[in-house]
């Protein structure tokens, strides 16, 4: 087994969490140098050995450069524990810098890098010149390691080949679920609710979303319920509290347990709202985000928009329904059509799907890292 050190851009993030709980299962020694965001489990602590590199604020591009900075001085200070990975992973650009610098500067340059990307920031979709050298200097890391890793083939068709002319090895890891041990049971059957729910599940950030979910609240009234769980970032939606307070047929219930608070939050509703559309034409549009395999495991069909990977995925196998264009008008449309009788042919179809489709196998972690992972001992 293999010395893996991850370097992470939240270490309270829950799929970074999972992440590394899941390399742990599979054996290897795992160490981390890790931001702080603030966006959830604010009282997490590691069970593995961990760097902390300081608190980061979202969407604080200055803080995140000094950030960067200091990371590679702290890292610098545990060089030897540098030296001493088999495996290095970075999570997302920032830490790609940080981790492709120490590893130079502490004279581990033969050690396998890895570019683990789950989301293309805005700022490399750009069409100004910031953008530009934003993907000038992505490209010129991209030639420094020895694997990209995704979760999505659309970052890899519509971007890293198509924008940034990357022809390296890549791995697809999607953003199923992961369960530490024994998974979440399945329901065999599934309840309809009255009146028709709707839920809005994850991280909670995508402002349009937020609206045409309000439209269709106010369209329909008390023959619709909203029910809205996770993390809102209110930076990005400083008016949410506000907005639901002024109505009546949608609920907010905070962040939730995962993955025991599952069960209960996909129970409750009887379709999800799954598509994110705060960076449309671009990330967005790319992107697959880890609740339309969430819901489908629980049963509990999803509505996405047609023309976007999510929404290509969802027709495809048949995960739930999807709209034309992110319209008000063509979501209530669609709200308006569903039946209970439609909904249950979904939710049966979904249940009746095996396992792997929507929950990661160590195998689908072991396969991915195989490239750069030094023979077994």
Same mark, same amino acid.
């Given at each position: 087994m293999a010395h893996i050190l991850v370097f992470a851009f939240d270490l309270t993030e829950a799929s970074q969490v999972r992440r590394i709980k899941s390399l742990?299962?599979?054996?290897?020694?795992?160490?981390?140098?890790?931001?702080?965001?603030?966006?959830?489990?604010?009282?997490?602590?590691?069970?593995?050995?961990?760097?902390?590199?300081? &608190?980061?604020?979202?969407?604080? &591009?200055?803080?995140?450069?000094? %950030?960067?900075?200091?990371?590679?001085?702290?890292?610098?200070?545990?060089?030897?524990?540098?030296?001493?990975?088999?495996?290095?992973?970075?999570?997302?650009?920032? #830490?790609?810098?940080?981790?492709?610098?120490?590893?130079?500067?502490?004279?581990?340059?033969?050690?396998?890098l890895v570019?683990?990307?789950?989301?293309?920031?805005?700022?490399?979709?750009?069409?100004?010149?910031?953008?530009?050298?934003?993907?000038?200097?992505?490209?010129?890391?991209?030639?420094?390691?020895? #694997?990209?890793?995704?979760?999505?083939?659309?970052?890899?068709?519509?971007?890293?080949?198509?924008?940034?002319?990357?022809? %390296?090895?890549?791995? #697809?890891?999607?953003?199923?679920?992961?369960?530490?041990?024994?998974?979440v049971a399945r329901p065999t059957a599934r309840k309809s609710h009255d009146p028709l729910t709707i839920g809005w599940v994850g991280s909670i950030r995508c402002a349009p979303s937020l609206q045409l979910l309000l439209a269709a609240a106010d369209h329909f009234g008390d023959n619709l319920r909203i029910r809205i769980h996770g993390n809102v970032h209110r930076h990005v939606l400083p008016d949410f509290d506000d907005q639901i307070a002024a109505r009546d047929n949608i609920i907010y219930f905070g962040p939730y347990t995962y993955p025991d608070g599952l069960a209960a939050v996909y129970d409750a509703c009887d379709v999800v709202w799954a598509q994110d559309l705060w960076q449309r034409g671009a990330n967005s549009d790319w992107l697959l985000p880890n609740r339309i395999y969430e819901a489908s495991w629980f049963g509990c069909p999803s509505i996405a928009v047609a023309d976007t990977e999510t %929404?290509?995925?969802?027709?495809?196998?048949?995960?739930?329904?999807?709209?034309?264009?992110?319209?008000?008008?063509?979501?209530?449309?669609?709200?308006?059509?569903?039946?209970?009788?439609?909904?249950?042919?979904?939710?049966?179809? #979904?249940?009746?799907?095996?396992?792997n489709a929507f929950m990661l196998q160590p195998n689908d972690i072991a396969a991915a890292l195989a490239p750069v992972l030094p023979p077994s001992r």
């Open positions: 742990q299962i599979l054996g290897h020694s795992v160490q981390s140098a890790s931001f702080r965001r603030g966006n959830m489990n604010a009282d997490f602590v590691p069970d593995w050995p961990n760097v902390d590199l300081g &608190y980061v604020a979202n969407n604080s &591009y200055g803080r995140r450069v000094i %950030g960067i900075m200091r990371g590679i001085w702290q890292m610098m200070q545990h060089k030897q524990q540098v030296k001493a990975a088999d495996v290095i992973i970075a999570r997302n650009f920032d #830490l790609l810098v940080i981790a492709w610098a120490v590893r130079l500067l502490s004279g581990a340059r033969q050690t396998p570019y683990e990307c789950l989301d293309i920031h805005g700022l490399f979709t750009r069409s100004d010149r910031v953008g530009a050298v934003m993907r000038w200097c992505e490209r010129q890391l991209l030639t420094r390691v020895q #694997l990209l890793i995704v979760s999505s083939p659309g970052f890899i068709s519509q971007y890293f080949a198509q924008t940034q002319g990357y022809l %390296g090895p890549y791995a #697809l890891i999607e953003n199923k679920l992961w369960f530490d041990g024994s998974p %929404g290509r995925r969802v027709a495809e196998d048949g995960l739930g329904f999807v709209i034309d264009a992110p319209t008000a008008e063509a979501l209530i449309e669609q709200i308006g059509a569903l039946t209970p009788e439609k909904i249950s042919a979904v939710s049966q179809h #979904l249940l009746a799907t095996p396992d």
